[in-house]
């Protein structure tokens, strides 16, 4: 027998409101409309599956003070995180937002309705005690703290949903159940206890260890239950991780694991989240919950210190274990003796054992550079995952991006840079040179500061996604101005590689070079606004190579750019 969702009832609304789908489509074209923020979006998808039971809406102000203050619904049923929907004094009163208005709350990528909530009150939320209360501290470096005061907007709007349509999803449809759906296919599976494993990382050997001693222990199937919806800022994508997860899959033995995903949006608040997490899985059917050390941990706050204990999560979930009805499986992480080739809980360590690990970070410098993964610590099928998207240094794209004053030579040594990487032949490589990026990017703009600006941003928009799919963007703008340079290298860097070089070729050297004689029609009036003479090159203080062609030849201003690719493992074999 599945477990009974909390409060008693499966809130499903989808099947509540099955029967009048039409009619409400219909209505919601009627209707003012709020476009949901992504966060909002995985709360309504739970809210209206039931994973969120017994939560029927969005807080009202009455529930969300007692959620923050006690932990609990106005009726008294454990909630430990606020659900709401916030939104902005212009939203409201371009939507005319007041108790018993009708809202279609809209998915964010095609404006599709999902949901018609009948409003029951808008209020302002205290955010600073929300923060206190909820995430240990009001401190902007937990993510949470962070998206309420930064992201999260003024005002709640407290009500309930009706469903119209469930948000579409486009990967991995196949291995998302509802919590009905996985009620159903637990019993098809004659599965009746199911111990739950939530996880926002790959996992590797120790997991697997970890999850089949939790099952041995409690006679139980198990259900790894990954979250997909969002995340901590700064984790391995959720595409990622699924493969790793159908990697891991065939390595327990068959019929005693099984895979779904979770589209929750994670708020890192470690012990209420525990709690938290512990319901959505009881609403999913399942009747034992893995907690770990530091579950659902933010990481250290403002002070170095971390926001929470690693048992704290442990020790809430025990304290009202009997509440949350599903039964709550402690767990120390596994570790590796080498002498004994096995894991074993890091509390079981016997004195003097010599154990080993891999620690994320370290896991992902060795990802970086295309250091070896031991096999004692991961499957060679999830390595090989995790390499795909996390190719090494020498596969990932990179970007040069040149800036220097017209005729300074820019554009003879990109030509030149860009012939000496096609010897390579593992990347395509593109080269935006000044005068086709005008007129096929920016042929309306003229050299205004704004106009320059926009040219620059259209250009670092190409050569990042150039770089996102791993080849060489060769960029040579003028680009005068440090703040649009700045912007460029952040579009792009998060993609793979950029570099700034500098042609810093004297101006008196460009007029002498300057073969047009463009200069020479600037000084008679002919254009205005021309760099270096009626309008300003602010030179760069982050180059990472500053080149006086007057001093180097082409040859070796390219060969130094060479180097430098070949120091940071983008060109030559690792
Ligand atoms: N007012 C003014 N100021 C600077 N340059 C001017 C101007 N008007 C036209 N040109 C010609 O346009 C080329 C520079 O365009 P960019 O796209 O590189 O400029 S910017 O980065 O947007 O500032 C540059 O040519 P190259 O240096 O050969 O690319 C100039 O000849």
Not at 9 to 33: C, G, M
Request: hydrophobic share 40%; proline share 6%.
């Amino acid at each position: 027998m599945a477990n009974t969702p909390h409060g008693g009832v499966l809130k499903d609304l989808y099947l509540r409101d099955a029967n009048k789908q039409t009619i409400l489509a219909a209505e919601a074209e009627t209707l003012p409309s709020i476009i949901l923020t992504d966060r909002q979006l995985c709360d309504l998808e739970l809210i209206l599956n039931g994973g969120f039971s017994p939560l029927e809406g969005f807080l009202n102000q009455k529930d969300y003070e007692s959620v923050v203050e006690k932990m609990r619904l106005a009726n008294g049923l454990l909630w430990t995180i606020p659900i709401t929907l916030d939104v902005s004094k212009e939203q409201i009163e371009e939507s005319k937002i007041a108790p018993s208005k009708r809202i279609a709350l809209l998915d964010p990528r095609d404006y599709t309705a999902l949901a018609i909530l009948t409003v029951e009150d808008v209020y302002q939320p205290n955010k600073a005690k929300e923060a206190e209360l909820v995430y240990g501290a009001n401190d902007l470096a937990h993510p949470a703290v962070t998206y309420l005061h930064e992201i999260a907007k003024e005002f709640n709007v407290g009500g309930s949903l009706e469903a119209i349509q469930t948000p579409s999803h486009y990967d991995y449809v196949a291995n998302r159940y509802t919590p009905t759906e996985l009620r159903a296919h637990f019993k098809k599976l004659q599965w009746t206890r199911v111990v739950a494993f939530q996880t926002r990382n790959p996992m590797h050997r120790a997991h697997r260890e970890l999850t089949v001693r939790a099952a041995r222990q409690r006679k139980a199937h198990l259900l790894i239950h990954p979250v997909v919806g969002l995340t901590k800022p700064g984790d391995i994508d959720h595409y990622t991780r699924v493969r790793v997860y159908k990697a891991l899959m065939p390595k327990y033995p068959n019929g005693m694991a099984e895979l779904s995903l979770l589209p929750l949006a994670m708020r890192m608040g470690g012990p209420r989240e525990a709690v938290w997490h512990a319901l959505i899985r009881k609403n999913h059917g399942v009747t034992h919950f893995i907690v770990g050390r530091d579950h659902a941990g933010p990481g250290k706050n403002s002070q170095g210190v971390d926001f929470y204990g690693p048992y704290d999560a442990q020790i809430l979930v025990e304290e009202y274990k009997n509440e949350i009805g599903i039964e709550i499986v402690p767990f120390q992480m596994v570790t590796y003796s080498p002498d004994t080739d096995e894991y074993i809980p890091a509390d079981e360590v016997p004195e003097g054992v010599k154990t080993l690990n891999i620690s994320g970070t370290e896991l992902r410098r060795r990802l970086k550079t295309g250091l070896s993964i031991p096999e004692w610590f991961s499957y060679p099928e999830v390595v090989q995952v995790l390499r795909q998207s996390h190719p090494p240094r020498n596969q990932q794209g990179f970007t040069i991006f040149f800036t220097g004053l017209h005729a300074s030579g820019k554009n003879a040594i990109a030509r030149a840079l860009q012939v000496s990487l096609n010897q390579e032949s593992t990347r395509s490589v593109s080269l935006l040179a000044s005068e086709n990026s005008r007129a096929e990017l920016s042929s309306e703009l003229g050299f205004s500061k704004r106009d320059r600006d926009i040219n620059i941003a259209r250009q670092a928009f190409v050569a990042g996604e150039l770089t996102r799919a791993g080849a060489a963007a060769i960029v040579a703008p003028i680009a005068p101005y440090n703040d649009a340079r700045n912007a460029a290298k952040k579009t792009i860097e998060q993609f793979g590689g950029f570099y700034l070089v500098h042609v810093a070729t004297p101006l008196e050297e460009c007029i002498k070079r300057d073969r047009d004689g463009i200069y020479e029609r600037a000084k008679r009036g002919e254009i205005k606004e021309f760099t270096g003479l009626d309008a300003p090159y602010e030179v760069p203080t982050n180059a990472d190579l500053t080149i006086d062609i007057t001093q180097q030849s082409v040859s070796q201003a390219v060969h130094e750019i060479i180097l430098l690719l070949e120091k940071d493992g983008y060109i030559g074999s690792a």
